[in-house]
């Protein structure tokens, strides 16, 4: 089956601009977390949504920071007016549910350079 | 809070060595605890987990980790190394009694196996 896709890719944007993120869960998954990756650093928890509700957001590094998720699919994550330290790799995870000891499954992640 | 320290940044190692891969973890309540590994150009996988019972876990390609509460590790460990091995691995940790299932990373560390 279908496994965690993220989109785009690859982002360049410039220093000031706002970016969407978009991540697809697999189809049943009720719990999905964004995660950020920097250079050479371990993968940060930001944000775990179950269903379309976001129950810990403790991770968010800033206000510019937010997220949304519609119903049991699709999440966007959104980064207003970037800054360089932005740049990193945000990935997305989904899983069965975010209580229990379920698997989670990771997307390719979306690789952001902010110029 | 919780943390993970991965001790080593980069493994170099020669092909059909042994290997180890260490991890420590800090938390004042019962875990869970994950080996993740991203093989170049590839997304992030789960190599192994330990959740209850035996403290030492296996994996499909040879690798093992050990649970020791005591010392709170759960170093990876494989006796013969394959190019193949050849990828980043990050070692993290859950709260057990987490109703969110978010994961807490270690900075990761580059297993390099030389021909």
């Known amino acids: 089956g279908a496994g965690v896709s993220q989109s785009p890719s690859n982002k360049v944007t410039e220093k000031g601009k706002d970016v969407e993120l978009r991540c697809d869960p697999i189809s049943g998954h009720t719990a999905l977390y964004w995660y950020r990756q920097r250079l050479g650093q371990g993968l940060e928890f930001l944000i775990y949504f179950q269903g379309n509700s976001a129950p810990d957001k403790s991770g968010l590094p800033s206000d510019r920071f937010s997220a949304e998720r519609t119903g049991e699919s699709v999440s966007t994550l959104t980064i207003q007016r970037t800054q360089q330290e932005d740049s990193a790799v945000y990935l997305c995870?989904?899983?069965?549910?975010?209580?229990?000891?379920?698997?989670?499954?990771f997307g390719p992640g979306t690789r952001l350079t902010v110029t | 809070a919780q943390s993970v320290t991965q001790l080593d940044s980069q493994v170099p190692v020669f092909e059909e060595a042994p290997v180890e891969l260490r991890c420590n973890y800090s938390?004042?309540?019962?875990?869970?605890l994950f080996w993740y590994v991203q093989y170049p150009n590839q997304g992030l996988q789960l190599l192994l987990k330990?959740?209850?019972?035996?403290?030492l876990v296996e994996s499909i390609n040879g690798f093992e980790a050990e649970f020791n509460k005591s010392q709170t590790s759960f170093h990876l460990r494989k006796p013969s190394v394959h190019i193949s091995d050849t990828a980043e691995y990050f070692c993290?940790?859950?709260?057990?009694?987490?109703?969110?299932?978010?994961?807490?990373f270690g900075q990761g560390t580059t297993l390099q196996v030389k021909p």
């Open positions: 995870a989904s899983s069965f549910s975010g209580v229990g000891s379920y698997e989670q499954y």
């Open positions: 938390s004042s309540v019962s875990v869970y």
């Open positions: 330990y959740l209850s019972g035996s403290t």
């Open positions: 993290a940790v859950r709260n057990g009694s987490s109703n969110t299932g978010k994961l807490i």
